[in-house]
């Protein structure tokens, strides 16, 4: 039997952080394509700022190279499941 009233509980959110400031990291190669699929979801789809925390900057830079590394045939443009 559940509670209507009952409030749920959430995990609690982390703060997102930019993880290129904090390593550094000025240059996105396209030409690694197992990092790069760690920016995309199982259908191919480049993952949104609100999910990843990446800046702004980054998050432009990320879709380039995945474009870039699609174009070259690196990475798949879509798939069923990519992971």
């Given at each position: 039997?559940?509670?209507?009233?009952?409030?749920?509980?959430?995990?609690?959110?982390?703060?997102?952080?930019?993880?290129f400031?904090?390593?550094?990291?000025?240059?996105?190669?396209?030409?690694d394509?197992?990092?790069?699929?760690?920016?995309?979801n199982?259908?191919?789809?480049?993952?949104?700022?609100?999910l990843?925390?990446?800046?702004?900057?980054?998050?432009?830079?990320?879709?380039?190279?995945?474009?870039?590394?699609?174009?070259?045939?690196l990475?798949?443009?879509?798939?069923?499941?990519?992971?």
């Amino acid at each position: 039997m559940t509670l209507v009233n009952e409030p749920v509980e959430k995990n609690v959110n982390r703060k997102k952080y930019c993880r290129f400031k904090k390593a550094g990291i000025k240059y996105i190669d396209y030409k690694d394509p197992n990092f790069l699929l760690k920016l995309v979801n199982e259908q191919g789809r480049i993952l949104p700022r609100r999910l990843t925390g990446t800046s702004l900057k980054y998050q432009r830079k990320v879709a380039q190279a995945i474009k870039r590394s699609r174009h070259l045939a690196l990475m798949p443009f879509v798939a069923d499941q990519l992971k």
